[in-house]
């Protein structure tokens, strides 16, 4: 069975940073890319961003190119997510997810298996 377990999401002032890790274990094998998903309530759920674990290639919303970047440490199974510039409208609960299949271009990954979120909240 797989677990993803997520960390690092809190309280961050606008234009701040944060790092979110997500540790994955299990038959992660099944699986090609892992990334990131955000919901804020009342608004649709986005693709944020995600990385291909055979050939690296990675995939992020419009939303966040430029101030985030994911990377994964294939070592210790963990995929991060670093946040810069971060906005008030960045405030969301974060979700580390995975995908059967790599980035699909101007899509993202369609995730399959879903971790349990971690709150990221940017506000003054």
């Known amino acids: 069975q797989v677990q993803l377990v997520e960390s690092g999401g809190g309280l961050v002032q606008p234009g701040g940073s944060l790092r979110l890790s997500c540790a994955a274990s299990g038959f992660t094998s099944d699986y090609d890319a892992i990334g990131w998903f955000r919901q804020a309530p009342g608004k649709e759920g986005e693709r944020l961003a995600c990385i291909s674990s055979s050939d690296g290639t990675t995939y992020y919303a419009d939303s966040v190119k430029g101030r985030f970047t994911i990377s994964r440490d294939n070592a210790k199974n963990t995929v991060y997510l670093q946040m810069n510039s971060l906005k008030p409208e960045d405030t969301a609960e974060y979700i580390c997810?995975?995908?059967?299949?790599?980035?699909?271009?101007?899509?993202?990954?369609?995730?399959?298996?879903w971790g349990q979120g971690t709150q990221v909240t940017v506000s003054s």
């Open positions: 997810a995975l995908s059967k299949i790599g980035p699909i271009e101007n899509l993202g990954c369609l995730f399959d298996y």
